[in-house]
């Protein structure tokens, strides 16, 4: 690379730690809140919520990469042109097909790291993250094990238990639901077990009752059962066994997928084969992302009033990319045979960012002077 590639390719670089950094923080910062209201909540300790927030870590790197190589390189480059960096080296020859050479090898570099993080780490930090989210689970379900205290696992329900025998027996139970807005049921009974579903954990009662008083009628209904299940997997947010995460699958077995893949995943075939390509055609998206700012910003001359016209195009011209590559997912989930439709997108943006290239290397064809 010449000297100027360097220093361009160096300011890119730059700019485009500092906006990651920025915008990892503030969905990081939103996310964190979130975790610690259901964790710290569930009485889990400080240890668990640091270790959930650096599994979400590189999902959220993930997203916004292609956003902070676009926003780094539309900065740099409007800095250069106010600063008459780029009106110079423009006078030296410089067209814009070789201009914009920096900026290809910073998409390729960028899309080599979202390549690392969709192949690598985002599926092994998501199936870490099911692996501890299930056993948060199981430790809340421990948790409703208490006995000789009124607990409330949720808003308007509340459990107690008089005593756990040593083979996890529990007697006398006593359960109040008052979550509906029409009507209030207690379940008091003898004896209850905790047992574990193909839906769940359920609350099995044995010889009890349940009374039911209706809010609007003030009527009450009295029911009594020998044996009654109480499902309260909503209580304890767990993830329904069985099931495969897809995000947890290795990407070559996704576009190669088979029918045995589609039963361990409850997904079709077309839903996992969207799913590998889409991975592909992310990095693809985070290559074009930068071109395409810089591509646009050099249609126009040197203007006292800076490049917002260019800037506002560049703009325009992502969310056209990322609106086609959105419009592309029903079909391609729908279809196994369109599984190519998601690399329309990234095509569509390398063809946009050769159009304005072409578009600027022809002053006489350009919108508007200084504009587009």
């Known amino acids: 690379m010449g000297r100027f590639d360097r220093y361009l390719l160096y300011q890119f670089t730059l700019l485009f730690g500092f906006f990651s950094l920025v915008l990892v923080a503030v969905y990081w910062v939103n996310r964190a809140v979130i975790l610690f209201e259901q964790l710290i909540a569930n009485g889990e300790s400080a240890l668990v919520f640091l ?11 993930r997203l916004v990469l292609p956003i902070s190589a676009f926003t780094a390189v539309v900065y740099a480059v409007n800095r250069l042109s106010s600063e008459s960096e780029l009106v110079v080296v423009q006078a030296t020859g410089y067209s814009p097909w070789r201009l914009i050479r920096p900026a290809v090898i910073f998409g390729a570099l960028v899309a080599l790291i979202v390549l690392i993080f969709t192949h690598y780490l985002v599926p092994v930090s998501t199936d870490r993250l099911n ?5 948060i689970s199981q430790n809340v379900t421990a948790r409703l094990l208490t006995e000789g205290r009124f607990i409330h696992p949720v808003q308007g ?6 005593e756990i025998s040593p083979s996890g ?10 979550r509906s807005d029409t009507s209030r049921t207690e379940y008091m009974a003898r ?10 954990p359920s609350l099995l009662m044995f010889d009890g009752e349940a009374q039911t008083l209706d809010r609007r009628t003030r009527k009450l209904a009295v029911t009594s059962f020998t044996e009654f299940a109480y499902d309260i997997t909503g209580l304890i947010s767990a993830t329904p066994a069985g099931l ?3 995000d947890t699958v290795n990407t070559l077995d996704l576009i190669f997928a088979d029918e045995a893949l589609e039963q361990a995943t409850g997904r079709t075939r077309a839903q996992l084969l969207y799913e590998g390509h889409n991975r592909i055609t992310q990095a693809l998206l985070a290559m074009v992302a930068p071109i395409i700012g810089m591509a646009v910003l050099m249609m126009g001359s040197f203007s006292r009033f800076g490049m917002w016209r260019q800037i506002g195009g560049a703009v325009v011209s992502l969310i056209l990319i990322k609106s086609i590559d959105n419009a592309t997912v029903q079909p391609a989930r729908a279809d196994p045979d369109l599984w190519a ?3 329309i997108a990234p095509a569509a943006g390398a063809l946009l960012a050769a159009t304005c290239l072409y578009l600027a290397a022809k002053p006489k064809r350009r919108w508007g002077g200084a504009g587009l």
Request: glycine fraction near 2%; avoid cysteine; charge should be negative.
């Open 51 to 61: 270790e959930f927030i650096l599994l979400t870590l590189p999902n959220v790197v």
């Open 169 to 178: 027996e529990l007697q006398d139970i006593y359960v109040s639901d008052a």
């Open 131 to 135: 692996a501890k989210t299930e056993q």
């Open 157 to 162: 329900l509340t459990l107690y238990v008089r």
């Open 341 to 343: 439709l998601p690399y």
């Open 191 to 200: 004896r209850a077990l905790l047992v574990r579903t193909s839906s769940g």
């Open 244 to 246: 495969r995460d897809p």
